[in-house]
């Protein structure tokens, strides 16, 4: 039986709640839906899949991995077995000759992974965790930082909205922001370039923003933003943020949310699901009490953790470290509540976590004899829009602050609004009486609108919008790594109904096992000297089969010599529909 | 989250809720550190300044102290990058300090030899440096206290000055206050403003007009028990600060020295006017040795926004005298706040107007704004003058003087103030109103005449120029209609506010009336001039003119 054909075999005689656990592990398999145990098998073992599952790894699992076969029994590290196995890079052998020996169930690894496995001389010689150097940091303090920084950054992102939605920020051609346009965000948003830029990227990566090919700029493209809870806005950003990839190239679960990870204290290869109605029972407090990790420590718990990516990565580890605080996922360095929540993926807790922390939105303002309107908190967004129609903003932080003159009114009735529609708005959302002096201003205003006689424009309003998305809880966000149950369960039924198909025999040139029948026959042959036959599509689309001797397989090209005459010939592997393995015809000579 | 009266923001600033239970602790918990920036009916704002955090920590309060408070009172979450700024910030003061060692005088010395270094680099502080002692410490030349203090806290590294007062001569002063029936008191803010004052031993003490700063002054002097030096605006001002000293003090007639443009008395109490300290012969001031040729243990610093350059000069070369600045309105339309901080000291007390206000010391004011449109031909003028000469057209138009006659006929029996910036514009409006006029060249003698029958009655309406603006204690004063301004001057419109805020013995309240040409700059400058107050809570009412009746 060829590896392929063993591994969905031995997939197919998992019990029900182990390839439950495996598909959680390894979400490859459910998108797009395999439909058999082989295809199943296939998926898993390509080399893309292989990886990524490795890239989960911490430095004894894959330490351990570099050296089987392992009897499941004596292995030094059989702790470790089960969960690699639980992930599929470990087969049970089961067939009579492996088992004689009566010292219980050997284990290897699928064909590809040896090859994946690149010896990696930074890799932790340990099997212990590094000991961390923490700095203590109070809940109290943890909270006040991560709840400040949530609410600065939904406070940006708002700006940034009212922003873009009228300024189309100019790009380069290649679509980065350009300088001037940096400058002039970091004007507005009073902060600085650097920040600014993470802003810009992480309203890109959201969606938020997006790039207009055929005018070089990026415009808003969410105008439905300002109708999401905060909560709600927050998720969203940090969704999107943990599943893109801090540098290009990155798998799946990004250094971003392997870095959080390893601040939140959670064990890297951890099952995660969601569903889309219930959140996972996790203490609310989360642990904040845990303090704050030296930079060090982040470096080599993440070495220890994700060997196999930590290289690439490590330099980028104090940026990411200042993002996380930006973002309110880590409060003064330790993990806030929030933090954690996301790094188990629960968005509802996480959401849930923020909300507490964030100021609530509020339906009233004061008016002061100043001509001032100060809104002890976030506005709701149909108010704080006419507002700022009607006033200027003026500072920055959770309280609005909105100064009328005689000309931020003149321009409000110049964009539509009467006097008596101001005084109306302000009489309904002030929680105290409107001042004379402000009555008179808009009188005076109103008095000098008429003298000018503009042609009324429309309010710069909000205008009509899409349905928002629903960040918190449903979907999971692209390349998060989360998998809801309801997919792993839509998958179990697919496989179920297929039954226990494993030959693949009728696959053999569909979908992905094909390809991986391809691979294993030809990978098999190539090593033990076996000749094949070739059914492979030419350059004119005709099928030809072709009995040959294997010589050498890389780089997408299988070398052959002809059985017949010993001509060389070459395929490319994509054009080879399927491969016979001529089993006892072994090369001679 | 906590339901706190506070809302600290990104940018630096505090909000406080006026009517929140909390806010009368969250003040106190603030005021060291925090500037009272605008004080409106409903949300007072405060900054956060490294001079503010540098006064707290000349007062001896830490960053923990200050983070403690915001983090106990604030309603939502505190910007973390604006707790570490404020650690930070706070830990630069008193990393440098000016200390006397008993070999080498007045030295500079430092924890950290790097900063040091620093500040060394500077070639202007460097010229006041002598030789090193040892990596941590320089010499100070003698005469350069003062001067290094500025430019330091111009560098970004506020000194600790630990070199100590000279005691002064000393000379015994008390009050006489006391609590039998007929004995005045002094009031709780008066006496937290004299013991900050003298712990930190040099600064500022803010107090709204008619506060009684004077008394202030006066319990700073018997705190010292030393010679006293008191600068002050002008000579009415002196003679004003002399009688409310026989009043408050046991100091007698021949103890108090008046040294201004007609007299020059040097006594144990020394009253000088700013103008003849500043008074220049020969490119040389021959008046300002009064400051240091005497062993002063006391100086005293009246309106001390308006402290003038050469005196802030002289001030850097007496930094080993107490000092103490007084002040309504510690807003220099020249930006010098860092100097006064430096040379004077750091701000000890200050007290929103509104508060002292609602305890009864000072008399409720009724701010109105009069909206007075200019004829057609003045308008035409004002449309086709040059911009210098808009201002002035648009305040001294005639329509302005009709309508102060109407002010007037509006309150029959009220002691009148009205007050101005253009001389032609004042003659007028004595002439048509039949009220004597002061102005600059009103001889002193003739001054405090009119001023005293407008105190006893006799007459009912005064025109004043801006030579009233400053130190003018007129009590029954009730009503005042300023005409023309100086431009947008926030601290003399609320100087001027200020002259009617003496408690009336009927409570009644205040009106204050401020004559603006509608749709001209003279409306623009109205609206920064009343910034000041505005921001401490005085909501201006604005009518029209044609409203009086």
């Known amino acids: ?589 | 989250m906590a339901d706190g009266p506070l809302i600290v923001q990104g940018d630096k600033t505090i909000l406080l809720e006026v009517a929140h239970p909390d806010a009368h602790e969250a003040r106190h918990a603030i005021a060291s550190f925090a500037e009272l920036e605008r004080a409106p009916e409903h949300m007072h704002s405060y900054r956060i300044t490294p001079l503010g955090l540098w006064n707290a920590r000349a007062a001896g309060h830490d960053a923990e102290h200050v983070v403690d408070a915001l983090l106990r009172f604030s309603r939502y979450p505190v910007p973390h990058p604006l707790l570490l700024d404020i650690a930070e910030t706070m830990a630069r003061y008193g990393r440098l300090r000016l200390e006397k060692d008993p070999v080498h005088g007045l030295v500079l010395r430092s924890d950290d030899e790097m900063i040091l270094a620093e500040v060394s680099h500077t070639k202007k502080v460097a010229a006041l440096l002598g030789s090193r002692i040892d990596p941590l410490t320089a010499v100070v030349h003698g005469s350069a206290r003062g001067e290094l203090k500025a430019l330091l806290l111009k560098a970004g590294w506020p000194a600790e000055d630990l070199a100590g007062y000279v005691d002064g001569t000393a000379h015994l002063i008390a009050l006489t206050d006391g609590t039998a029936p007929g004995q005045w008191t002094l009031r709780p803010y008066q006496r937290r403003a004299v013991e900050n004052f003298w712990a930190g031993g040099s600064g500022v003490v803010v107090l709204p007009c008619g506060a009684g700063k004077t008394i202030v002054g006066a319990a700073a002097m018997a705190a010292s028990g030393t010679t006293v030096l008191i600068l002050v605006t002008n000579t009415v001002s002196a003679r004003q600060w002399k009688a409310e000293l026989l009043k408050r003090t046991s100091l007698t007639e021949s103890e108090i020295g008046e040294y201004s443009g007609a007299v020059k008395e040097v006594r144990p109490v020394t009253i000088a006017t700013y103008q003849v300290l500043t008074t220049r012969r020969n490119g040389i001031y021959p008046h300002l040795e009064l400051l240091n040729d005497h062993d002063w243990g006391l100086l005293v610093y009246d309106e001390v926004h308006l402290l003038p350059a050469p005196i802030f000069r002289m001030s850097a070369d007496l930094q080993a005298r107490r000092r103490l600045g007084l002040t309504a309105t510690l807003v220099r339309e020249d930006g010098r706040e860092g100097e006064v901080f430096a040379l004077i000291g750091p701000k000890r007390f200050d007290a929103p107007w509104k508060e002292i206000e609602a305890q009864g010391y000072i008399a409720p004011a009724d701010c109105v704004e009069v909206r007075v449109d200019l004829s057609r031909p003045e308008h035409l003028a004002y449309a086709t003058a040059d911009d210098g000469e808009r201002y002035r057209l648009a305040a001294t138009s005639p329509a302005k003087t009709v309508v102060a006659q109407a002010l007037v006929a509006a309150h029959p029996g009220e002691q009148i103030l009205v007050m101005g910036t253009y001389l032609d514009q004042l003659d007028e409006l004595a002439e048509r109103l039949d009220a004597p006029l002061i102005k600059g060249n009103t001889k002193v003698a003739e001054r405090e005449r009119l001023f005293e029958d407008f105190r006893q009655g006799l007459i009912s309406v005064l025109v004043v120029s801006k030579v009233a603006n400053f130190s003018l204690d007129l009590p029954e004063a009730s009503v005042a209609i300023q005409v023309s301004g100086s431009f947008g001057s926030r601290q003399e419109e609320a100087q001027r506010l200020g002259r009617l805020m003496r408690p009336k013995k009927d409570g009644r309240t205040a009106r204050f009336y401020t004559l603006v040409a509608r749709n001209t700059v003279d409306a623009e400058f109205a609206a920064k001039r009343q910034r000041f107050l505005a921001e401490q809570g005085y909501a201006y009412r604005i009518i029209d003119a044609a409203d009086i009746r």
């Not at chain 1, 700095?135 to 940034?160: F, H, I, M, Q, Y």
């Not at chain 1, 009509?464 to 149950?485: F, K, N, T």
Request: aromatic share 6%; proline share 8%.
């Open chain 1, 1 to 589: 039986m060829g590896t392929l054909a063993a591994f969905a075999a031995d997939l197919a005689n998992r019990p029900e709640p182990a390839l439950r656990k495996l598909l959680l592990l390894r979400p490859d398999a459910l998108n797009p839906p395999v439909p058999t145990f082989v295809a199943l098998a296939a998926r898993l073992s390509t080399a893309s899949c292989i990886s990524r599952a490795l890239d989960a790894l911490n430095a004894p699992a894959l330490q351990h991995l570099g050296t089987g076969p392992w009897n499941a029994q004596t292995s030094p590290n059989s702790s470790l077995m089960p969960e690699l196995y639980a992930r599929g890079l470990l087969l049970l052998q089961t067939d009579n000759q492996t088992d004689d020996a009566g010292t219980g169930h050997y284990m290897h690894a699928p064909y590809v992974l040896p090859l994946a496995l690149v010896p990696n001389p930074q890799m932790p010689s340990s099997t212990l965790p590094p000991e961390p150097v923490v700095r203590a940091v109070t809940e109290a303090v943890c909270k006040n930082a991560a709840g400040s920084a949530a609410d600065a950054l939904l406070r940006s992102v708002d700006t940034l909205a009212d922003l873009a939605a009228h300024t189309p920020l100019q790009a380069l051609r290649s679509g980065q922001f350009a300088a001037r346009t940096v400058r002039l965000v970091a004007q507005n948003l009073e902060t600085d370039e650097l920040h600014t830029h993470f802003l810009l990227d992480l309203c890109a990566t959201a969606g938020l923003l997006t790039f207009q090919t055929s005018t070089r700029d990026w415009r808003w493209a969410a105008p439905w933003w300002s109708e999401l809870e905060r909560q709600e806005q927050w998720v969203g950003l940090i969704r999107s943020w943990l599943s893109s990839p801090a540098t290009a190239g990155e798998p799946a679960l990004t250094s971003r949310a392997r870095l959080l990870s390893v601040v939140a204290g959670r064990p890297a290869w951890a099952p995660v699901a969601v569903t889309s109605s219930a959140t996972t029972s996790v203490s609310p407090s989360g642990i904040t009490s845990a303090g704050a990790l030296s930079l060090n420590s982040v470096v080599e718990s993440y070495l220890w953790n994700h060997p196999r990516t930590a290289t690439a990565e490590v330099a980028a580890l104090p940026e990411l470290l200042t993002h996380l605080e930006w973002l309110g996922l880590t409060g003064a360095g330790a993990c806030s509540c929030a933090g954690d929540a996301a790094a188990r993926n629960d968005w509802l807790q996480a959401a849930s976590a923020v909300a507490q922390l964030l100021p609530a939105a509020i339906d009233r303002f004061v008016i002061q004899g100043d001509l001032t309107a100060i809104a002890p908190g976030p506005l709701l967004p149909h108010i704080a829009a006419q507002l700022r129609c009607v006033s200027v903003v003026e500072g920055r932080g959770p309280a609005g602050i909105f100064r009328f003159s005689e000309l931020s009114l003149t321009a409000a009735m110049g964009a539509g609004m009467s006097a008596e529609t101001i005084l109306n708005f302000l009489k309904r959302y002030s929680s105290t009486t409107v001042p004379p002096s402000l009555e008179f201003l808009i009188a005076e205003a109103a008095r000098a609108q008429r003298t000018l006689a503009p042609t009324p424009t429309q309010c710069l309003f909000a205008p009509q919008q899409p349905a928002p998305p629903h960040w918190v809880g449903d979907a999971p966000w692209p390349g998060s790594g989360v998998v809801l149950l309801e997919e792993v369960e839509a998958q179990l039924a697919l496989l179920r109904a297929a039954g226990k198909n494993t030959a693949g025999k009728n696959e053999a040139g569909q979908g992905e096992v094909g390809p991986a029948l391809v691979l294993e026959g030809v990978r098999r042959a190539v090593a033990c000297g076996l000749k094949i036959r070739v059914h492979a599509v030419n350059n004119v689309g005709v099928t030809e089969h072709v009995t040959a001797v294997p010589v050498s397989f890389s780089g997408g090209l299988l070398l052959t010599r002809l059985a017949d005459t010993g001509a060389p010939r070459r395929f490319s592997i994509h054009r080879i529909q399927s491969v016979d393995v001529l089993e006892g015809e072994e090369l001679r000579g």
